[in-house]
């Protein structure tokens, strides 16, 4: 069974960062924008790997930093590119834009890293999808 070793990590984040199963490279893993297969299709990988209802916050987190870095550096690039007379009033609602449209934009790639980094963390074992399996 191939796992997710410490040496194909960023291989791993190449493929999550595409949408696809970390573990084997498959698409077809997001079923919709905001929803997942409960199995890579190609692979089988249980994707809700967590032994309980809050494995997703890993992904929340990384949603969350993406987001709030996205909205400074679009402020700090705005304010660079109109000095000296800055359009307050534009910086303002751009990053309001931001901050709202970043996390639902960027929500199943954080999934999919979310899912990369924890098969690095925790590589799948041989009986992981029987195990996993009632939670789907």
Request: proline share 5%.
């Given at each position: ?6 040496r194909?990590l960023w291989?791993?984040?190449g ?5 696809r ?13 905001f ?7 190609t692979c089988?990988?249980v994707l809700?790997r967590?032994?309980?209802s ?32 800055i ?10 834009v ?12 954080s ?5 990369a980094?924890?098969?690095w963390a ?5 009986g992981d999808?029987?195990r996993?399996s009632?939670?789907?």
């Amino acid at each position: 069974m191939r796992t997710v070793t410490r040496r194909n990590l960023w291989r791993s984040l190449g493929r999550g960062a595409l949408l696809r199963c970390p573990r084997c490279g498959g698409r077809g893993i997001i079923r919709g924008w905001f929803s997942m297969q409960r199995r890579c299709p190609t692979c089988q990988l249980v994707l809700n790997r967590g032994e309980s209802s809050d494995y997703w916050l890993g992904a929340y987190t990384i949603n969350f930093v993406v987001a709030e870095f996205v909205a400074v550096l679009l402020i700090v690039v705005l304010i660079l590119f109109t000095l000296p007379d800055i359009p307050w009033t534009v910086v303002q609602y751009a990053a309001i834009v931001a901050a709202v449209a970043m996390p639902i934009l960027f929500f199943p790639f954080s999934r999919t890293l979310w899912l990369a980094l924890d098969l690095w963390a925790r590589p799948a074992e041989r009986g992981d999808r029987a195990r996993r399996s009632h939670l789907n």
